[in-house]
């Protein structure tokens, strides 16, 4: 792959090879994530508290090397609180989520932050939709409604985690909300390693009150010291660097990458078989969530 940049186009985008290499790879270290957590024999809470816990020595590195100057006002460490909150009941909704239904609902429903801003938008703003808004709006929810109906034919323990998955949407519609302001004043690096700060100790208790196992056991650490690898630093930061060199269609199409791997995934490791019907309900959903970044620049779970 070349390193040459292209010619930047109206919209001011500018991307080489190696950023859409990165923004690639970032989906695929980020679709990982909901195999791991199955792989890890701590309960799924905890799970995600050692996914914030172990990277943030590193995370702390790259937020002092990429430190904004001037202090941090009390309105930012608001804005950082409730992003850490949100973001702490979306990982503990998700992670119990994952192991309860397949791994391509549980990652579709995860990133479905973006439709349900979308939606929140035109009722905050008490408007008809645009057509834009209104197909995705609509394609969102047939494929939901096909996804939970087959998740309902296949058991109600399957159905039971797809509302958590949603629920963990959500959440992370509510996480994005704050933490997008903060970010656009203390840089990406900065905001997660707060929230991570805020959010680690909250899974830590849910985890603790709902009595699951925090220590791995015959699992070891592998596969929570990948996950916490691949979901905070590689995928991240994979995104960091290339997110900013895209347009949002682009970067939806990229976003679903994670669907077709976890699918992968859900099949090659537990045998998750999909029929032509939950197909055509992820190929909805998908279609919402690329409407949906189309016409507002997200974040990647």
């Given at each position: ?81 409730l ?135 015959e699992?070891?650490?592998t ?8 979901s ?16 949002p ?38 279609t ?14």
């Open positions: 792959m070349g390193s040459a940049t292209a010619t930047p186009d109206k919209n001011g985008f500018q991307a080489s090879a190696w950023h859409f290499a990165a923004l690639v790879a970032g989906n695929i270290a980020l679709a990982l994530g909901p195999w791991l957590v199955r792989l890890s024999d701590t309960g799924p809470v905890s799970a995600g508290f050692w996914r914030l816990l172990l990277p943030l020595p590193v995370l702390a590195l790259l937020a002092w090397r990429g430190r904004s100057p001037g202090p941090i006002d009390g309105r930012l460490v608001l804005l950082c609180l992003a850490g909150a949100f973001f702490a009941v979306d990982l503990a909704s998700w992670h119990v989520g994952i192991e309860r239904t397949r791994l391509a609902n549980a990652t579709l429903f995860g990133n479905s932050g973006s439709v349900i801003l979308m939606a929140w938008g035109i009722i905050a703003a008490r408007r008809a939709p645009s057509g834009q808004e209104g197909v995705g709006v609509l394609a969102a929810l047939v494929g939901a409604g096909i996804l939970l109906g087959r998740s309902l034919e296949i058991s109600a323990t399957t159905f039971v985690g797809d509302l958590f998955c949603l629920a963990a949407g959500i959440f992370y519609a509510f996480y994005l909300l704050p933490a997008q302001r903060a970010r656009a004043a203390l840089g990406p690096w900065a905001v997660l390693l707060l929230v991570s700060l805020i959010a680690a100790p909250l899974l830590l208790a849910i985890a603790l009150a709902a009595g699951e196992p925090v220590w791995p056991g699992a070891g650490w596969p929570v010291l990948v996950l916490a690898l691949s905070q630093l590689v995928g991240q930061g994979l995104l960091v660097f290339s997110l900013r060199h895209f347009p269609l682009i970067i939806g199409m990229a976003l679903l990458t994670q669907p077709a791997i976890a699918a992968t995934v859900g099949w090659l490791a537990f045998g998750e078989l999909l029929a032509p019907l939950d197909v055509v309900g992820m190929v909805l959903v998908g919402a969530l690329v409407l949906a970044r189309a016409g507002r620049p997200g974040r990647v779970r």
